[in-house]
C-alpha cells in the first residue's frame, strides 16, 4: 500500500481523496509542513508515498500519470507530487528543510498553476482549463503566483504549493522528477470559487477514459497495427484491466496461443494449417494487448519488457519450426528455409540494436540522410510506406498468417526470405549512409556495449589482447570481422567437410573476432560489428547442418541456433535495460561465439560424413547446454535484478 499525504483539510464535495484510494494510496492529512514530515517519517522506507495539495482539482488519470508511474523515482503535477524508495531521502531532507524554514503557510497558501501540455497522442487543453489556469492568480495571494508551468521544465519561478516547492527541492538535489505529457487532461491547483468552478468545468469537459483510452496505443507502430488491430485490442486491455489481469499474464497467453499454433500448424493438414494461421493472429492481438494494458495501467516492469521482447522471437521461432514439421508430414523438407528465415530475421534485429546502441548518445549525430529522413516524414504516405517496407511484426505476422492458411509452408518461408531480404538491405543501407555522412562522436558506453553485443569468448579476448599494440584501424575494426566471416562462410559452403579447412577458417575466425575488438569500437561503421559475427556463427551452423550427411542435421541446428539466439537477445536486453551486459563467467561458460564456432566446425570434421546420427546428436547435446545455463541465468537476473522499470517505445520489432 502507497500513502498519499494530503497537505491540509480536504475541500467539502471534492473527489480528491476518493481518486486517491482507488490508485491504491491510503490518505492521511496534515495541517502544516512539519505534521507533514511527520507522517512522512511513519511510512516505512520500502513505500512509495505521496504529497498532495488538497486544493487538487483535475482528472484522476493526470494523477495516475503522475504519481503512479513505477519507471521514474519522482513524478509531479501541479500540486501533487510522489516519490519511490529511491528518492525518498531526498523527500525528506527537502521537507524537513522547508518545514525548518519560516512561515509554513507561505509555503501552502499560494495557487499553483495549471497544467495542460500538448501531448503528442493527445488533443490541445480545452478553454476551460485556460480561464482555470488565468484565474489562479488572484490579488489576495500573499505572494506573486508562479507563471504557467512549461513541460518539462519547471518554473523559473518559486514553487506555489507544497508538493510543487519539494519538486522543485528534489531537482536541485539532482532527483530526476518525471512530468507526464498531461495533453488535455487537467490538473491544477485553483484558488477561490469561481476558479474551482471553472477548473472543474475543464474536467468535466473532457472524457477521462477516452484519453486514457487513446493514450494506450503505441505512439509508433506499424500500419497494420495501427490501423487493424490498435483500434480493438485497446478495449480487450481495458478489460483485462478491469478484472486484475497484468500485462504479464497477457504476455504468457500470447506464447501459450503461439505455441498452440505451431502444434496446428505441425499437423501438417489443411484445417491443421488454417487454425495456425487464425490462432497466430489472435497471438498477436494479444501481443498488443499486453503492452496497451502496461500503458493503460501504468503496470511496466523490466521483466515486463524482457518477457515481451523474448516471448515475441520465441514464438515466432516456435512457429517457423511447427511449419517445418508440418511441411515434413506432407513429405517436404523445409528446415533450411525455416533455418535461414529465423538467421535472416535474429541478423536483422542486431543490425537494429547495434546502431541504435551506437548512436543513442553519440554527440554531433546529424547526417544529409537523417535530415532527408525527416523531410519525408512530414510527408504522410511516405511514413507509413517505409514503415511497411521494413516489414515490422505486425505486416510479417499477417503475411505468415494468410499465406499459412491459404498456401504451403514452402511458400510461406520463400516469401518471409525475400521480404525480410528487402527490409535488411534497405535498413542496413540507410543506416550505413547515415553513419558515412555522419560526424558523431561516440561514447565510452556506446563503445562498451557494441562489445558486449560481440559476444566474444576467451579465444577472442586473448586474440584481441597480443593483436591490441598491431591491429591498426582500418577505417575501423569492421574489416576484421567482415574479412574473417567472409573466409569462414565460404569454407563452410565450400570446403570439403571431412578435412581440415573448415577449422582452420574457424582459428582464423577467432583471431579475427579479437582483431575486431582489439580497440574501442568508435568507428563510423563499427557498429556493423556485431551483426557481421552473428551472421558469421548462425550462417556457419546453417551450411555445415544443410551440407552435412546426416539426417536430423538441419533440426538440430535449428535449435542450436534458437538457443544461441536467445542468449543473444538477453544480451541486447540487459543492455538496453541499463542492467549491464550479462556476466562474464556466462559468455566464457557459454564458448563465445567464435568459441561455439570454432566447435561446431571441429564436430562437422568429425562427425558430419558418412550418414551416421551423430552429428545431429553432438549439435543437439551443444543447444541443449546452451538454453540450459543460458535460459537459467537469465531467469535468475530478470527475476532477482531489481532493475529499474521500463517500457518499449520504440520501432516494431
Sequence with gaps: MSTAILTGPPVPGSPLEGDLRSLGFEVRTAADPRETAALLAAVPAGERVAVVDPRFVGHRHALRLALTDPRFPAGAAPGALTARPEARQGLTRALAALAADGDPAAATAAPAPSSTPAGPAQTASPEGAASAAESAAPAEAPAPSAPAATLPDRPAA????????????????????????????VAAVPVGPQARKETRDAVAAV??????????????????????????????????????LTPNQVTTASLVTALVAAGCAATGTRGGFVAAGLLLLFSFVLDCTDGQLARYSLQYSTLGAWLDATFDRAKEYAYYAGL??????????????????????????????????ANHDATANTSPTAALSDRLDGVGWTVWARRMIVLPI???????????ALTTPRVVFS????????AALYTTAGRVLRSLTRKASRT???????????????????AAKVLRPVARPLGGRTPYALAGAAVLLAAAAAAPLDGPLVVLAAVLYAVASGAAVARPL?????WLVPPVLRAAEYGTVLALAARAD?????????????????????????????????????????????????????????????????????????????ALLGLAESIRFWVSSGAPAVHDEGEPA
Design 324 to 357: 517445418a514439421l508440418g511441411a515434413a508430414r506432407g513429405g517436404d523438407d523445409v528446415w533450411a528455409l525455416a533455418l535461414g528465415a529465423m538467421v535472416l530475421q535474429t541478423c536483422r534485429h542486431v543490425v537494429d540494436f547495434s546502431f541504435n546502441e
Design 415 to 422: 516469401a518471409l526470405l525475400i521480404g525480410c531480404s528487402f
Design 550 to 626: 546426416a539426417p536430423g542435421a538441419l533440426p538440430a541446428a535449428f535449435g542450436l541456433v534458437a538457443a544461441v539466439a536467445y542468449h543473444h537477445y538477453d544480451t541486447v536486453y540487459r543492455i538496453r535495460g541499463d542492467a549491464g551486459a550479462p556476466p562474464a563467467w556466462l559468455v566464457r561458460a557459454l564458448g563465445g561465439q567464435e568459441g561455439r564456432t570454432l566447435l561446431v566446425a571441429v564436430l562437422a570434421a568429425l562427425l558430419a560424413t558418412g550418414g551416421g546420427d551423430g552429428f545431429p546428436l553432438a549439435l543437439t547435446a551443444l543447444a541443449g547446454a546452451v
Design 444 to 462: 565510452d558506453r556506446a563503445a562498451r556495449a557494441l562489445a558486449d553485443l560481440a559476444d566474444n569468448g576467451a579465444l577472442a579476448q586473448a
Design 522 to 526: 568508435k568507428g563510423a561503421l563499427d
Design 158 to 185: 518559486p514553487a506555489a504549493t507544497l508538493p510543487d516547492a519539494l519538486a522543485a527541492a528534489l531537482e536541485d538535489e539532482g532527483v530526476a522528477v518525471h512530468r507526464p505529457e498531461l495533453g488535455s487532461l
Design 207 to 244: 472524457d477521462d477514459e477516452a484519453v486514457r483510452l487513446r493514450s494506450a496505443v503505441k505512439s509508433r507502430d506499424g500500419f497494420f497495427t495501427t490501423f487493424f488491430i490498435s483500434p480493438y485490442s485497446r478495449y480487450l486491455a481495458r478489460w483485462c484491466a478491469r478484472r486484475g
Design 394 to 404: 505486425g505486416e510479417r505476422w499477417a503475411m505468415i498468417a494468410v499465406l499459412t
